[in-house]
């Protein structure tokens, strides 16, 4: 049975070359993402707002257009009403009220009156005060910073120095651009969107651990080969296994997206274009940049690169 391959053995794809492309490229995506950020701002959701959430079992099939019409009469301002689960199952948002928890409180007396006796079922409601929002925020940045720390001290020891800056600088530039796309598209930043930049830290730095892998073992097998065409040998040895990743994994997340719901949408499409963003990174940033960070002393540069002064190991006998 003949097996599946989207790439083909022996590529001799020149990616080296092309960072003169990815890496002001990747650059001006961090750049923008970050003034955006501080510009824009992201559409923080009621985890970090503070709100009330509130879930309900609905008679029959949902007409979400009518309770968000009738919940408007409320003018409780900013109200998200999306299917949930189920066609009958309603999840309700409301962002927090000016008056503290009695305020909060109020709102769930007043959605009680109004939807209880047309047989509406409430099953969960939650109230999420403004400190419990911060304190929210608080432990998801250390979460991520937490988490690329631990990166550096693992690929450190696993591997050199040069490694591990390549890799945080690799993840960094993958969470930058994800939290430009939430505020491009002003998706709803909670605690799902913080759970899917970890996951898309893991993703990377796998995808990125695994190039950097075949490289380490190029290095010793290849002595006299200039680094940019050990780099590319290394890249082109392990292409087929990242994109057949990569594609996998988005069929599994398209799948997700268009089938999940409104619910896990906003995560789902952090979630493709974070394996996206990540496949990219590893292959023109990860390797790359061990070029910048100088990580043989052998005088194999971009000379070597431009000349073609690369010794490559002669072909094995065909027995």
């Not at 008056?99 to 109230?127: P, Y």
């Not at 089938?259 to 274009?273: C, D, K, N």
């Amino acid at each position: 049975m003949a097996l599946l391959r989207l790439i083909p053995d022996n590529t001799h794809y020149r990616f080296m070359w092309l960072r003169k492309v990815s890496f002001p490229l990747s650059i001006v995506m961090a750049v923008a993402s970050l003034a955006l950020f501080f510009t824009v701002g992201l559409n923080y959701g009621i985890d970090f707002k503070g709100g009330t959430i509130i879930e309900m079992k609905t008679p029959g099939v949902a007409n979400i257009a009518q309770i968000r019409s009738d919940i408007g009469t409320l003018n409780l301002g900013d109200v998200q009403v999306q299917q949930f689960g189920d066609p009958d199952e309603v999840l309700v948002r409301v962002e927090e009220q000016p008056g503290g928890e009695l305020a909060q409180q109020a709102v769930v007396g007043q959605m009680r009156a109004m939807f209880e006796k047309e047989d509406f079922e409430f099953r969960r409601v939650e109230v999420v005060g403004p400190r419990v929002s911060g304190e929210l925020a608080i432990a998801g940045s250390i979460a991520v910073a937490g988490s690329l720390f631990a990166i550096l001290i693992y690929i450190w020891f696993r591997f050199e120095w040069q490694f591990a800056v390549g890799a945080i600088l690799t993840t960094v530039n993958d969470v930058l651009v994800t939290i430009g796309l939430f505020v491009i598209l002003q998706l709803d930043f909670s605690l799902s969107s913080i759970a899917a930049v970890l996951t898309i830290i893991g993703y990377s730095l796998n995808d990125t651990v695994v190039v950097y892998d075949r490289i380490r073992e190029n290095l010793r097998k290849y002595k006299k080969m200039a680094l940019p065409d050990l780099l590319d040998k290394s890249i082109n040895e392990t292409l087929s296994r990242t994109v057949l990743t990569s594609v996998t994994t988005l069929l599994a997340l398209i799948s997700l997206y268009v089938f999940g719901g409104e619910v896990i949408q906003s995560f789902t499409l952090a979630m493709i274009f974070g394996i996206l963003i990540g496949t990219y990174s590893s292959i023109f940033l990860a390797a790359p940049f061990l070029i910048l960070l100088r990580l043989r002393n052998d005088g194999s540069s971009d000379d070597a690169e431009t000349k073609g002064t690369a010794q490559a190991p002669a072909p094995a006998a065909k027995t």
